[in-house]
């Protein structure tokens, strides 16, 4: 097993969260309309919508890495817009609302069966700005908190009875979760593909190479596939 360890220098925030989605332009319009994201680029199977610096990918079936299925993820909005986005989604979608000390959260779904979570953060805007969470769904929670603690990602709360476990690093919550509905009945993602930006992707791989199912270079960095499936790519700042 991997040694749970805490390198928290060596990984940043989120680059991109796909989603595999059927029918590409109805999600598309969906993520367009509601959330008023944009197109960052695009290619015959997928599209990359801007959320602040990360992209949020909408990716047509077909090869690995395939985007996430009915995964949960959080996106941050300024604290000042959320009654607004409270008030005009709440038109459309049976939000459910939540609250986290000082922060509120709203969750509803989009078309793929995702639960989109926006909470306030302290982030400029406007609109989505950014990913700070995303839950993924693991077969073993303790084999999978030591490969990802090994890889730089920090422990910071259990919940009961250990079916979920998160961790951080910097500005990046990834949430461990063994199958379960959580909150506004969200589940983990099954086969996520996720880019995590990382000072030196190489050194931060090194101490999961033989627990991963896969590690490969990619341009510009090193994608890992976990013992769950799900692909973690490391690319350099």
């Known amino acids: 097993m991997c040694p749970l360890v805490q390198r928290p220098d060596m990984l940043d925030g989120l680059r991109w969260?796909?989603?595999?989605?059927?029918?590409?332009?109805?999600?598309?319009?969906?993520?367009?309309?509601?959330l008023d994201l944009e197109v960052r680029r695009e290619a015959e199977r997928e599209v990359a919508l801007a959320a602040g610096e990360a992209d949020l990918v909408l990716r047509a079936p077909g090869d690995v890495p395939r985007g996430g299925l009915h995964t949960h993820y959080a996106a941050a909005i300024p604290a000042a817009e959320y009654d607004t986005w409270y008030d005009r989604l709440d038109e459309q979608f049976d939000l459910v609302e939540?609250?986290?000390?000082?922060?509120?959260?709203?969750?509803?779904?989009?078309?793929?069966g995702n639960c989109v979570e926006l909470g306030q953060r302290d982030v400029d805007g406007p609109g989505l700005d950014g990913v700070f969470?995303?839950?993924?769904?693991?077969?073993?929670?303790?084999?999978?908190?030591?490969?990802?603690?090994?890889?730089?990602?920090?422990?910071?709360?259990?919940?009961?009875?250990r079916k979920r476990v998160r961790t951080t690093t910097g500005p990046l919550d990834l949430e461990l979760w063994e199958p379960q509905l959580g909150l506004a009945d969200a589940r983990g993602g099954v086969h996520v593909d996720l880019g995590v930006a990382?000072?030196?992707?190489?050194?931060?791989?090194?101490?999961?190479?033989?627990?991963a199912l896969r590690v490969e270079d990619i341009h510009g960095g090193l994608r890992v596939r976990d013992p769950d499936g799900h692909y973690l790519t490391l690319v350099g700042e």
């Open 98 to 112: 939540q609250t986290f000390g000082d922060a509120r959260s709203l969750y509803f779904y989009d078309p793929e």
């Open 198 to 211: 990382a000072d030196d992707p190489e050194s931060a791989v090194g101490p999961v190479r033989d627990e």
């Open 133 to 161: 969470e995303v839950v993924l769904e693991v077969e073993d929670l303790e084999r999978a908190v030591e490969f990802y603690g090994a890889l730089g990602f920090e422990v910071v709360d259990r919940g009961e009875e």
């Open 17 to 34: 969260l796909a989603l595999e989605v059927k029918y590409l332009d109805r999600v598309q319009a969906f993520y367009e309309a509601f």
